[in-house]
């Protein structure tokens, strides 16, 4: 199920180029669009088709999985973070789909490099990183001796 | 050289008819090279068909009146102002482009016809214009050319790599180039003038006869295909593809220059 280019939708701005991750989005030499230049080697993972901004990028389904007369198409709205899908059923049934991507602004949540390097005691503690804080509990459960049965042979 | 009009000048050695001549040859390549090109790629025969299969798909009607509205909206917002860019850079480069392109070949071809020889004043506004459009074409150009071209700046290809796809862009930039470096040895007197002229014919005569191998044409097919998305954006086809979110757009953007390398 490979990608491809409405070239005249696209506009050459090479954002599939850049976030494609099998690197087979690339520029043609002779329209100075956008095309998929191995399309074997495509996990249609839909980066491209997510990405571009003209939403020139579809995919073409194998015949044996996705039949004639289907649609299967994306648009990822990046200021109102979402994603929404519609779904063309070869019968005229029509699905469509809207999920938030993030509930935050994006390049609001800090990186791992934004955080204190951990004490030695923090590297030695069972507990991982930001526990037991982000699993929004007081301390991790734990069996103590006395919760155990005596083992019978 | 801001002043004077450089066709006037030159026809004391070539009759202004070839002059008119040559443009008019220069306007018939483009209209045949555009024709050519669309009957090559059957750009025609798709677009219609993809219009009726939108037509079809459609679950709105759109009346004549919003069809104009829509046509006018195509040719403000993506024509006159570039608007299908999302990239600023990229957007002020192609305006200065465009517009330098349109001051340039409207008045080269108006003081051909009507200002063709030093019996006939120019207005002094024509060849400001003239000059001012070829240097504007220059700006963009060159700009687009090193800075903004995406086998450049996403693939990390060499500005100096040429392919099909720089026929345009090249021989627009070489006709803008030597333009001005003529018109300025044509009004100093220079031995050179005659070389650079006849290069600088070479290269506009490159830019309107590769018509069918460039990207000339994009100007002509460009706005269809902009009216188009539109109307399947009005008819609610929208290319099969899911209407807009109704959520408030408060998240920004992470979207970054693509750099492939």
Known sequence: ?153 | MLFSNPFAELSASIAPIIMQTYVVIMIVLVAGGTLYDMAHKKSATYFFRNWRSAKSKGTQNVSSGQMVSLAIQTAVVDGLTSGEFCNVQRRVAHLVTMYGFLAYVVTAAVMVFFYPTPATPTPAILPQLWNFGALMICIGGYWFWFFIRVDVVAEGNSPLRLVRADLFILSLIASATLALIWAYLQAAGSAWTNVFLVLYIMATTLLFASVPWSKFSHMFFKPAAAFQKRVAEANGSRRNLPSPADKPETFGSTRRRPRHY
């Open chain 1, 1 to 153: 199920m490979p990608t491809f280019v409405y070239m005249t939708s696209c506009d050459g701005c090479g954002h599939c180029v850049d976030i494609c991750p099998s690197n087979i989005m690339h520029i043609d030499t002779t329209y100075r669009r956008a095309f998929n230049i191995e399309p074997n080697m495509c996990w249609e993972c839909y980066s491209c088709v997510k990405a571009c901004p003209q939403n020139a990028i579809d995919v073409r389904g194998y015949a044996d999985f996705a039949p004639l007369g289907h649609s299967v198409r994306v648009l990822r709205e990046e200021e109102k973070a979402t994603i929404s899908w519609k779904i063309k059923f070869r019968d005229g049934r029509e699905k469509n789909f809207e999920s938030p991507i993030r509930t935050t602004p994006w390049g609001s949540i800090k990186s791992p490099a934004d955080y204190a390097m951990p004490s030695p005691e923090a590297m030695k503690s069972q507990e991982l990183a930001h526990e037991p804080d982000s699993l929004n509990v007081d301390r991790l459960p734990a069996l103590t001796p006395d919760q155990l049965k005596p083992w019978v042979a």
